[in-house]
Nanobody, 118 residues
């Protein structure tokens, strides 16, 4: 499975950005999908995930109420909608897929840079 993330860029604090991640192949609907991020000098962290049954899980308290995740199985795409962004959201964002619920993520896309200016 190949994952291609896009949509990153420079945005002002308080603005919005939508990241997309498109997967190759025909099994997208069977994967759980996640968005991770890695800020400069920090470890990579999982931000949000959406299961194959569209259950949504938040892992970072600071994005609750601001970020959402959605998937479109007809387009093999998962989205990360980022609203009211803050400078601390600046990071490289990665999408990932896993075949088994509650296991590690098996497939990773290249990151897309998100920079939030104050």
């Amino acid at each position: 499975v190949q994952l291609q993330a896009s949509g990153g860029g420079l945005v002002q604090a308080g603005g919005s950005l939508r990241l997309s991640c498109t997967a190759s192949g025909s099994l997208f609907s069977t994967y759980d999908m996640g968005w991770f991020r890695q800020a400069p000098g920090k470890e990579r962290e999982i931000v949000l995930s959406i299961s194959r049954t569209e259950g949504i899980f938040y892992y970072v308290d600071s994005v609750k109420g601001r970020f959402t995740i959605a998937r479109d199985n007809s387009k093999n795409t998962v989205y990360l909608q980022m609203n009211r962004v803050k400078p601390e959201d600046t990071a490289v964002y990665y999408c990932a897929a896993r075949r088994t619920y509650n296991a590690g993520f098996d497939y990773w896309g290249r990151g897309t840079q998100v920079t939030v200016s104050s």
